[in-house]
């Protein structure tokens, strides 16, 4: 079994707690098209790109509305907020530092949009960290398919098994162990009523995490 050489974080949830911003402006964005979808629905599809989940409730429910303008508004809406106010998740800034110092490649993959990455990353001042950012734009498939971890362990240079992935959502684990990467899930409860139960390790905070563990997923 190879080593663990590389750690691939996902952002909204993981990063800073962006998920309730997300839930607010993907509900706000349907409503202004004229779309009344329930929180719990958008709750329910955490980690999964907006454009893919707006589809998903068009062809489910046989709406009919721009998912275009409705997904750019979404992404105005949340862009706005990210500018102005983002907190990072307490203890994981300390946990990027210790994972660079013991000579780990750091990558992001995330279902939001690259735009919407580097505004994150930039207010909470972590964005010199990631060697490589893989986003929605750089997909044809989102989580909870495999393609966003496979690619960005491509771009790192490096084999999905000696990748471990920190994810929030069931999307997203099912997304990391289908392309045969470890998977760290973080128990955020601003991310929803989350299924986290095919990784490898549940954390409920990234204070106790030591990299050790990481080490010997």
């Given amino acids: 079994m190879k080593s663990v050489s590389a750690i691939i974080f996902d952002m909204d949830g993981v990063l800073a707690n962006t998920m309730p911003i997300h839930f607010q402006t993907q ?13 719990s629905e ?25 998912i275009e303008k ?18 990072p998740i307490p203890g994981v800034v300390d946990l990027i530092n210790q994972i660079q110092k013991a000579g780990f490649k750091i990558g992001l993959a995330t279902s939001s949009p690259r735009e919407t990455a580097e505004i994150i990353l930039k207010t909470i001042r972590i964005h010199h960290y990631f060697e490589i950012i893989t986003s929605f734009e750089d997909i044809t498939k989102g989580k909870p ?4 971890f496979l690619l960005a362990a491509k771009k790192l240079g490096v084999n999905p098994e000696e ?15 289908a392309a045969g990467l470890k998977c760290v899930a973080f128990r955020n409860h601003h991310s929803g009523n989350q299924d986290l139960s095919q990784a490898d390790l549940v954390i409920e905070n990234f204070e106790n995490l030591e990299i050790d563990q ?4």
């Fill in 27 to 39: 509900h706000q964005a349907l409503k202004e098209v004229g779309i009344d979808i329930a929180m």
């Fill in 42 to 66: 958008i709750e329910a599809n955490a980690g999964v790109p907006t454009k893919e989940m707006y589809q998903k409730f068009k062809e489910e429910k046989g709406l009919d509305f721009d």
């Fill in 70 to 87: 409705a997904f750019q508004r979404k992404i105005f809406l949340v862009n706005s907020f990210f500018r102005k106010e983002v907190e």
């Fill in 145 to 148: 398919d495999p393609e966003i």
């Fill in 163 to 177: 990748c471990v992935v920190v994810e929030d959502t069931r999307a997203g684990v099912t997304s990391a162990k």
């Fill in 214 to 217: 990481i080490k010997n997923l």
